[in-house]
């Protein structure tokens, strides 16, 4: 059974870094079926995408996001990483990891999310 | 603002049928990708309730099916249960002039009266 877990700090400054770490069990990251990524929902808001990686390093984002964020994966440790720079009140939001399928897009498996403040 | 939209709120009594649509353009349903339903109960995750337009993942009621034609697409619930209650979002690809992205819908709130 695959499944996804969120690590990371809750509270971060305004203008620091969050970083989150999805942790992948059960099936390998290196599956060249899947891609990987990061949403966002603010409280009481939608789901907003953030950024999507392939085992290979190759990514793409969402464009109002590029300039803050970056996805690493580790395939040694099956699991990715989400860097947002300069974050603000704004960036305060659930983070969830996912699996998207490569071929019809669509996202099959969901982390439980991460909350993450931010506040000074 | 959602690059894809649905109506904010739908509601219905137990037993009821209910649908909520999803709309796109030409660079997502339009262009021919497909469309994805997640349900959000309150407090959880999201999870894939119908994909690719119509299919059922295993273990989701037959109440629930999806349709696509266009630059639309709508998900119905028929026999609405209390336990429906939940919000209920559409995604797809986008290709434009940004690049490729995965869109959602602002969501859809459904009460059971």
């Known amino acids: 059974q695959l499944q996804l877990q969120e690590s990371g700090p809750g509270l971060v400054k305004p203008s620091e870094t969050l970083s989150l770490t999805c942790n992948v069990s059960?099936?390998?990251?290196?599956?060249?079926?899947?891609?990987w990524g990061w949403i966002r929902q603010p409280p009481g808001k939608g789901l907003e995408w953030i950024g999507t990686?392939?085992?290979?390093?190759?990514?793409y984002w969402n464009p109002s996001l590029k300039s803050r964020a970056s996805i690493n994966v580790d395939t040694s440790k099956n699991q990715f990483s989400l860097k947002l720079s300069s974050v603000t009140a704004a960036d305060t939001a659930m983070y969830y990891c996912?699996?998207?399928?490569?071929?019809?897009?669509?996202?099959?498996?969901w982390g439980q999310g991460a909350l993450v403040t931010v506040s000074p | 603002q959602s690059v894809l939209t649905q109506p904010p709120s739908v509601s219905g009594a137990p037993g009821q049928r209910v649908t909520i649509s999803c709309i796109g353009s030409?660079?997502?349903?339009?262009?021919?990708?497909?469309v994805h339903w997640y349900q959000q109960l309150p407090g959880t995750a999201p999870k894939l309730l119908i994909y690719?337009?119509?299919n059922r993942p295993s273990g989701v009621p037959d109440r629930f099916s999806g349709s696509k034609s266009g630059t639309s697409a709508s998900l119905a619930i028929t026999g609405l249960h209390v336990e429906d209650e939940a919000d209920y979002y559409c995604q797809s690809y986008d290709t434009n002039l940004s690049g490729p992205m995965y869109v959602f819908g602002g969501g859809t709130k459904l009460t059971v009266l």
């Open positions: 030409k660079s997502n349903l339009g262009a021919g990708y497909d």
């Open positions: 059960g099936a390998s990251i290196s599956n060249s079926v899947y891609y």
């Open positions: 990686i392939y085992y290979t390093g190759s990514t």
């Open positions: 996912a699996r998207h399928d490569y071929h019809t897009r669509v996202i099959d498996y």
């Open positions: 690719n337009n119509d």
